[in-house]
């Protein structure tokens, strides 16, 4: 990913505070404006809305911080607050934190209109979705990057899907979607083909229990957050619905005319 990541950094000496999910949005970021033939002349007019996944952490770095925490083999806060946490990078923290994708994108692309973050499923990927198309029907912004990233093959992910009552057997991914939205006037004046229009958005919430197993059949996706735009790439000329319901209460539906 290395590799990938350079040609869309501002300085080289970002990349140590970046961890997976930031180089995976900002190539995702850096391609949909490239795609879109966005020239960015005014970043202000461009808002940013993400979905991040749950918050990632490697086996290796819980291991040390763990036993730098134990005083005869139990944990002991004076510990961990002394050795444990001395036992990791300090920059480890800006590389885990669920806002860090919104920043790299802003900062290295040169983005300074609103911005949006919420975590961590396609529930909350639908919120950011709605804010960004109202945003764009207010005449707030030009263009919106709307999108979900997820580093989802790492220990502490992987650990907290097995707790999961009516847990699903996926292989989940890493993934990183974002997409380039403007409204259909503003897309018509640079004559700029439009790849998939929004015909129709839904959301709806229920209150449930988090501690319970669902007592419905809920839709689960091996891309997590990143979903609906990966789906929405993939999708064949026509109409498209994407419709989703999800462990944390929502449902949602949304339809598309795909060029």
Known sequence: MQDEVLPWLK??????YMGKQDELALIAAGRALANAKVEIEDGS???????????????????????GSLRDGQFSMAEFSTVGIE????????RCLPNMPAFHVSLNLGLRGPYYVTYPGIGQFYLALEAAAGALLAGEIDYALVGGVADQRNFLVEYHYSRLPQRTALERQDAAALLCLETRAHAADRRAPARAELLDLEVSYEPHDPLAAPSFVFDDDALGPASLA?????????????????RDGFRVQSRWSVA
Do not use: W
């Open 11 to 16: 300085s080289r000496k970002m990349r140590k």
């Open 45 to 67: 007019r461009i808002g940013v809305y993400l979905c991040v996944g749950y918050i990632p952490f490697e086996r290796a770095d819980i291991d040390a911080i763990t036993a």
């Open 87 to 94: 036992q990791v990078n300090p920059l480890l923290t800006f």
């Open 230 to 246: 990966c789906a929405l790439q993939q999708a064949r000329a026509g109409e498209f619905t994407h419709r989703a319901r999800t």
